[in-house]
């Protein structure tokens, strides 16, 4: 994920001061239900859930501009980009694009937007003035999850791959078949990809620190992350969470990562342990700090935008936790429904003249 | 996707494996056909399996010197089928074979996601993260999802009034 700035104590004054007075920016947390073909609103300050908006089949990307007035979402069994209108949680237009769109992310001005294509075998560059493709970036593996550097200047593409299957189990269902052991820094003037990152498997979720210098990497084969030096483009650390004998002997993986807003902190899962794991990143080595306990197969993370909470997708429970990142407590657990498998989610800070769902 | 053996695997154990070297360690994993023993057999009592599709959860350790951490603990379920369908005791290893989530018994066909498709009337096994389908009558055969083969299965042997969770399947090593 990409962090955001910071709201200023005064800025949330402000706000506050005018909802008394009508309507008033609000945080809103959307939720991709990837068992369902819906996004579910919840909304931050109270944890209550507003409703739902009808997307697709099984959405798996969300990603909004720094103007925060305009969400995007992926439909991955349907094979689609959705505009929605979060004042009014409604959507405003589908576009068909390349085959399993999984991971999205947008240019701070919210002109570009970059769609691993996992069918294709391609990342494909949407513009949003133009609503069309304007360019295909192919890389090895299945395209899966990408990134934007904080100054829109690189794009992080972290294509999967089909590990131990084989060549035909994969051909067999439409998926390529290259391994992947890399990550591809694309410039995002030309959509050229520049310079690749070696790394010892397949990534999976990245985040990019807030200066832009440093990226931190899940990968299946690693409880922990990797610490990739943008300048140096190579790995620089490894971090590896601090477990139990139990723990460590328990096949899991880590599959959900977030940095805090002011680069101190990084935030990572591991799914079959039920544990979010806390390190301090404000030095060359990560430092284990805390780890906290979330409900079960915890998939996703994602920071709020004035780094005072941490949301963790429970994805086998249909929950999902709110954790506050200065007491390291949970503080509350959101039951979503039943069997909505939530997955990927995203804090918006939508401008004034929000309305509720369906208004 | 992948398998458990990428999930888990270091280079140097890897290395060491296929050069001889895990013969040598102390208490060598012990193999019979395409079974890996467990360290010490789980002991069930039968009287907890006598009614059919009440699960019984267990864990049970096996050596695992493929992996960094060098062995593996495993959690698994053990069942009755009805006697409609044979009556006999499975037990099978609650991770997806696809990307190793946490499987769960849904004892409720109903809440299987209808994109899976048609399905039997009976309790079936949920993969929560990419939502493949087992089927514990059919010994745990994918029914649907993309999971590329059914979950891996434990053997046991009955004993008096207690059944013994001794082995798994060795695939689930590769």
Not at chain 1, 196 to 203: F, K, R
Request: some cysteine; glycine content about 8%; proline content about 8%.
């Amino acid at each position: 994920m990409r962090p955001r700035k910071l709201r200023s104590a005064l800025g949330l004054t402000v706000l506050s001061l005018l909802g008394a007075a009508g309507a008033t920016a609000e945080l809103k947390l959307y939720v991709l239900d990837s068992a369902r073909d819906s996004v579910t609103v919840i909304e931050v300050s109270t944890s209550r859930i507003l409703g739902t908006i009808t997307v697709g089949e099984q959405p798996h990307g969300v990603a909004a501009p720094k103007s925060q007035d305009v969400l995007w979402v992926t439909a991955e069994h349907a094979d689609l980009l959705v505009k929605i209108d979060p004042t009014k949680d409604t959507v405003l237009a589908r576009y068909p694009v390349g085959a399993r769109p999984n991971e999205i992310d947008i240019t701070s001005d919210g002109r570009l937007i970059y769609i691993p294509s996992m069918g294709d075998g391609v990342y494909e560059v949407f513009d949003t003035a133009a609503e069309k493709i304007i360019a295909r970036i192919p890389t090895d593996g299945f395209p899966h999850n990408v990134v934007l550097s904080p100054d829109d200047r690189f794009a992080y593409l972290s294509p999967m791959d089909r590990g131990e299957y084989t060549v035909e189990q994969v051909q067999s269902v439409g998926l390529p078949v290259s391994l992947n052991e890399k990550l591809y820094i694309v410039d995002t003037r030309d959509q050229t990809a520049l310079a690749t990152v070696p790394l010892a498997d397949a990534p999976r979720p990245i985040a990019v620190h807030p200066r832009g210098n440093r990226l931190f990497v899940n990968r299946d084969d690693l409880l922990g992350f990797e610490v990739i030096d943008l300048a140096e483009r190579r790995v620089v650390a490894t971090a590896r969470y601090d477990l139990s004998r139990e723990e460590r002997a328990t096949p899991s993986r880590s599959h959900g990562i977030g940095v805090t807003p002011d680069g101190n902190e990084v935030w990572s899962t591991d799914i079959n342990n039920g544990v979010v794991h806390v390190f301090d990143v404000s030095a060359a080595e990560p430092r284990q700090i805390a780890r906290l306990p979330t409900g079960r197969t915890p998939l996703w993370l994602t920071v709020s935008p004035d780094g005072t909470s941490v949301f963790v997708a429970n994805t086998a429970d249909d929950t999902i936790s709110v954790f506050d990142v200065e007491t390291k407590t949970e503080r509350i657990r959101i039951q979503m429904e039943k069997g909505s498998a939530p997955k990927r989610h995203l804090v918006v800070d939508v401008p004034e003249g929000a309305t509720r769902t369906g208004q | 996707m992948m398998g458990l053996r990428t999930a888990l695997l270091d280079r140097r154990s890897l290395l060491a494996a296929l050069f001889g070297l895990f013969g040598a360690r102390t208490g060598a994993a012990q193999r019979t056909e395409d079974y890996r023993a467990l360290q010490e057999p789980v002991g069930l009592d039968l009287h907890r399996l006598r009614e059919p599709w009440r699960p019984v959860l267990f864990r049970g350790w096996c050596e695992a010197p493929e992996t960094v951490a060098g062995e593996m603990l495993l959690r698994g379920v053990a069942l009755r089928l009805p006697p409609e369908d044979g009556g006999g005791l499975k037990a099978y290893c609650l991770l997806c074979p696809h990307e190793i989530c946490g499987v769960d018994f849904v004892e409720d066909p109903s809440w299987i996601p209808k994109e899976a498709g048609p399905m039997p009337a009976h309790p079936l096994f949920l993969c929560p993260c990419h939502f493949s389908v087992f089927d514990p009558v059919a010994d745990g055969a994918v029914l649907a999802g993309p999971s590329p083969r059914g979950l891996y299965r434990f053997g046991l042997e009955a004993l008096d009034d207690r059944v013994q969770v001794n082995r798994v399947e060795e695939a689930l090593f590769r």
